[in-house]
């Protein structure tokens, strides 16, 4: 085989960088969990003397950790002055839990797919899935994390108020189905946002809905949001207005059957909002023209076609799925109408309506 050193070189070049961010990976979630991108927000240019007087952790290690991050971007270092800090563009997504771009989360959902590797291999084998619930637990935090800067971003400026007609009927007292709803960010947003809206959240793990339980209370909405453990094809209730599924259907052994059951249990002129990863149409596009590609198919290699596989059905649209596919998940549904509502470099917000 003839090689071009041209081209083995760029690789290489690829492959060092994608090495140092793999590596890089453990570190944010490192500094993370002791609060070191915290303490530099709050401090501004510090020595690893400095940082390690308001953390407690151990000058010679958090040297090490600073020149690692700095080297990746993560931090900037002040090379005359011998001084670390993070600019503020790093501080809002390192540091800012609130921040809509925050990135730790989605370090700790890294840190859950190597821990699972070895389910993940055995499945290559077998064929056989591996549910969401039979990962570690930082999948369940981390995803948590990780969405809900973007819908606190996102959900009730831009994406509810695209759909026809939700935002005045949730206004005015309507009720909502949040399927798949994990710990409950989508969910307790919705009843920050809507106080006279009836709305309850089912998924079908047990310590998700716990832990959703005790989100609602800390955010002073528990007296208005329900959670509730039932599988897509079988929540309970009738005439929602609102029916949505965010960053779930694509999970689901049998979409189609999530999509049927969404459909009887909606209310006259009610709405399915889908919020899904964003893809273009076929796998050809999707690898030459979408940036969001490798993070995305990476995660529905480790996380959602396995938990598909695992269901009945075992459809495994993946997170790649696209707006074509989906539509015709809905199509045979039996929605006639189904369209793109709005969409964000991550998401796209599809609506489908009887």
């Given at each position: ?12 070049g690829k492959f060092v960088g994608d090495l140092g961010a793999g590596l890089h990976a453990a570190l944010v979630i490192l500094g993370d969990k002791l609060g070191l991108y915290k303490a530099m927000a709050a401090a501004g ?310």
């Open positions: 085989m003839a090689v071009d050193m041209d081209r083995l070189n760029a690789f290489m240019p510090a020595t690893p003397a400095d940082l390690a007087k308001k953390t407690g952790c151990d000058e010679r290690y958090l040297l090490e950790w600073l020149n690692a991050m700095a080297a990746g971007g993560y931090v900037t270092y002040d090379a005359a002055k011998g001084t670390y800090h993070l600019s503020p563009e790093q501080a809002f997504a390192l540091a800012d839990e609130t921040s809509p771009v925050y990135l730790p989360g989605a370090f700790q959902v890294i840190a859950s797919v190597m821990k699972d590797e070895e389910k993940i291999t055995a499945a290559f084998k077998t064929g056989k899935g591996v549910g969401w619930h039979e990962h570690h637990p930082d999948l369940f935090v981390g995803t948590e994390r990780f969405f809900r800067p973007n819908y606190v971003a996102n959900l009730v400026a831009n994406w509810i108020p695209a759909l026809e007609g939700v935002e005045a009927k949730l206004k005015a007292g309507g009720s909502v189905a949040d399927i798949g709803c994990g710990h409950g960010a989508s969910t307790i947003l919705m009843a920050q946002a809507y106080p006279k809206a009836r709305i309850t959240g089912f998924d079908y793990h047990p310590a998700s809905i716990e832990t959703a339980k005790k989100r609602a209370a800390e955010a002073g909405v528990a007296d208005r949001v329900k959670f509730e453990v039932a599988p897509a094809k079988g929540f309970p209730g009738k005439n929602y207005d609102l029916v949505a599924f965010f960053d779930c259907l694509h999970d689901m052994g049998d979409p189609v059957g999530a999509a049927k059951h969404a459909r009887a249990h909606l209310a006259p002129g009610g709405t399915v909002m889908l919020v899904e990863p964003f893809a273009l149409d076929g796998r050809a596009k999707n690898l030459a023209g979408n940036p969001m590609a490798a993070l995305l198919y990476g995660a529905s290699t480790s996380v959602c076609t396995p938990n598909s596989l695992s269901q009945e059905v075992g459809l495994g649209l993946g997170a790649q799925a696209g707006e074509a596919r989906l539509k015709a998940v809905f199509e045979e549904a039996g929605f006639p109408r189904f369209r793109r509502a709005a969409e964000t470099p991550m998401n796209l917000i599809l609506e489908a309506r009887l």
